[in-house]
């Protein structure tokens, strides 16, 4: 499996991190988003919406982070990560779709407007991440995981940029349930970190 | 089923669409978006993100509407929908990662600055509209349905805000495929079509 990958991307490392944890080894192939490489063949004619993180696994083309995850979890991880019964299986969708609007769209796109200059209406990432946090530690202040009671792709799914937020500019220490759920993420087995932004 | 519903919500109506399609029958309780009703209890406690749809089904409580669209189909739509293969499952998954987030700060949220008032940056909404109709044209262009050569989730959960697009300024006329792809989801059995918003 060859996946494209740019290394400060929450949404590429996620499939990493989830890849290191079923010990699915990846070829990862490097693309420069900065010199807007995903704008050109061959990741645009990967991808058409020049976004990555991308997969390839033989005639397989699969796009967008959740489907990747969702493919990996089906094929390599049983039913543990990503279950088949109706409640569980939407219950752990939730936090797919809140990772691609509300995370994607609060502290990754702060963090990108921080570091990488990307455009971004700093009042909405501040408006949606202030609904996010507030939201995220009050379920998880009830919760030692995201839900079932056990890591899922949920949790994969978030993680990379809640940890990450403190790079956007969010301060994580008034959310203790966020931050030990955090260090639980940061314990499971054959768990790899992202590499952190380097400072200006 | 209850579905805690907004009448110009593209979210909710996909709801509502699939579970006609399912001839599922659900209990519509209104709630007024415009009067902030989603922000205060019972809204805000039954989902802390203060978003719309909400279903709740006896004791469960879903938030989300791909993850709702999920249950639906797991529940009452067989493999069909929503299927249970790594390499189709994930297929699928795609589109539903698409409506949550292109979708949703592209076309969707360009109608709701036009006609209700949302705080929205325009540069970034046209910028990820004009991406995503020019990929979702192209992709079209070579397929009748979005994946699986069926009707599946990815359509339902894309249809309600790229068909309303031009409620937000966004002229279809120069995507045929798109548009012949709007005509044949409004040619499925039991298709109910999302009110047009009132002209000011």
Request: aromatic share 10%; net charge negative.
């Amino acid at each position: 499996m060859r996946l494209f990958d740019y290394v400060w991307s929450g949404n590429c490392h996620k499939v990493k991190l989830f890849a290191s944890i079923l010990s699915v080894p990846l070829e990862i192939v490097p693309v420069d988003l900065l010199a807007a490489e995903h704008t050109r063949p061959p990741l645009s004619e990967l991808n058409a919406f020049c976004e990555l993180p991308v997969l390839i696994d033989g005639d397989l083309v699969l796009r967008d982070s959740a489907a990747i995850l969702i493919y990996l979890a089906r094929r390599h991880g049983g039913e543990d990560w990503y279950p088949s019964g109706a409640s569980d299986v939407a219950l752990v969708s939730q936090w797919l779709g809140t990772a691609a609007a509300n995370v994607n769209f609060g502290p990754a796109l702060a963090r990108g407007a921080e570091h990488f200059g990307y455009p971004a209406d700093r009042a909405m990432t501040s408006r949606i991440s202030d609904r996010l946090f507030f939201a995220l530690e009050g379920h998880l202040q009830r919760r030692r995981w995201l839900e079932l009671n056990r890591p899922t792709l949920a949790d994969i799914a978030m993680f990379p940029y809640v940890a990450a937020a403190p790079e956007g500019g969010i301060n994580l220490t008034t959310f203790p349930a966020i931050q030990r759920w955090i260090k639980q993420i940061e314990e499971l087995p054959h768990f790899i970190a992202m590499p952190k932004v380097p400072s200006p």
